[in-house]
């Protein structure tokens, strides 16, 4: 059966799109029971009536060269939070470090099309990032780092992130070629973990995204 699951508002007016009106397309990537029944899920309205399988096919065709990964991280909401803004922005792969296990409901159902990899430790995502030749760019609010509103972040990158309050281990922040920060500017010692990976995303963004390809 296909998939439906929470949207991105969970009460008032049903949201999406009801059954197909008229004639059926005729195309492969669309799902006879979402033509049938109507399309509520949170996805853009370039994909709606798509099977989930050509959603994530057609995502794979336009994903970005960065990833994202995740250390030491403490609450699910959060987890669930990077996971869905590396999906808004493409991101090749979320990798998460240390923790299999967490309650997916903070991502709103894009975990269902966001490629994630699990890893034991930090050497199990070193390896892989050297296997694919990138590089590894930590983030981390600590003395030395580059701004990042004016890092020359790396093409192909894993941009990783700790939880708010401990950050990075030591092992992470060694290894990584480039430590950068976010400015602040308030009476706050740092900023929610979520709210972090999705400044810095945006920062590659900025910098390397074709902005003509965006929805």
Known sequence: MTEQGPTEWEFGEPVGVGPWPGE????????AELLANGDRRNVVDAYRYWRRDAVIADLDRRRH????AIENFR?????????RTAN???A???????????NRRGAMVTDRYQHIVHHPDV?????????????????????????????ALPRRCVLLFGQEGPGLTDAARAAAPLIVSIAQFGST??????????IVMHAWIRQHADLATAW
Request: hydrophobic residues 40%; glycine residues 8%; proline residues 5%.
């Open 88 to 90: 808004a922005f493409a």
């Open 65 to 68: 060269d960065f990833h994202v």
């Open 92 to 102: 090749r792969a979320v990798h998460i470090v240390g923790r299999r296990r967490w």
């Open 189 to 198: 010692r740092s900023i929610n973990a979520g709210v972090a990976a999705g």
């Open 24 to 31: 059926w397309p005729d195309d492969p990537r669309y799902d």
């Open 123 to 151: 050497d199990s995502l070193l390896s892989f990032a050297g296997k694919e030749n990138l590089t590894l760019v930590a983030v981390d609010n600590t003395p030395g780092a580059t701004p990042v509103e004016t890092a």
């Open 75 to 83: 609450h699910d909401h959060n987890i669930g939070t990077v996971v």
